[in-house]
C-alpha cells in the first residue's frame, strides 16, 4: 500500500521559513519522480515543485521560484520542500505527491499528472 505522510507544516509569520517532509512507504521511492503540490480554501490544486527520481531535473512555478527548495533522500525515503520568505499567500494544505511514470508536468493538471497524495499538513502565514 502506497503512503506518503507529510510534517513540517505551522503557523508562520511574513518573511518566515518552514521545512516540509514527506516519508514515503509502499513502493520503490528512487524509481518515482515526486512533487509538492498545494491547495488553499474555494481553489484547485497547484503545483508547488516536482523532482525527478535522481535529483536532477526540477521544476517550480514561477509563484516560488527563488524562494522554495524541494530535495529528495532515496535512501531515507524522504522528500522535503525548504520555503523561504513566505508570504500570505502561500497559506494552503501542502501535499507530497507521486507523479505519474512518464509524465510532462509542465502540460498537465496536478489531478492528470498525480497518482498518490499524503494527507496534507497546514502551512499558514499570517502576522
Known amino acids: 500500500e502506497v503512503q506518503l505522510v507529510e510534517s513540517g507544516g505551522g503557523m508562520v509569520q511574513p518573511g518566515g521559513s518552514l521545512r516540509l517532509s514527506c516519508t514515503a512507504s509502499g513502493f520503490t521511492f528512487s524509481n518515482a519522480d515526486m512533487a509538492w503540490v498545494r491547495q488553499a480554501p474555494g481553489k484547485g490544486p497547484e503545483w508547488v515543485s516536482a523532482i525527478n527520481t535522481g535529483g536532477s531535473s526540477i521544476y517550480y512555478p514561477d509563484s516560488v521560484k527563488g524562494r522554495f527548495t524541494i530535495s529528495r533522500d532515496n535512501a531515507k525515503y524522504t522528500l522535503y520542500l525548504q520555503m523561504n520568505s513566505l508570504k500570505p499567500e502561500d497559506t494552503a494544505l501542502y501535499y507530497c505527491?507521486?507523479?505519474?511514470?512518464?509524465?510532462?508536468?509542465?502540460?498537465?493538471?496536478?489531478?492528470?499528472?498525480?497518482?498518490?497524495w499524503g494527507q496534507g499538513t497546514q502551512v499558514t502565514v499570517s502576522s
Open positions: 505527491a507521486r507523479v505519474r511514470s512518464r509524465v510532462d508536468i509542465a502540460t498537465m493538471t496536478v489531478l492528470e499528472a498525480t497518482d498518490y
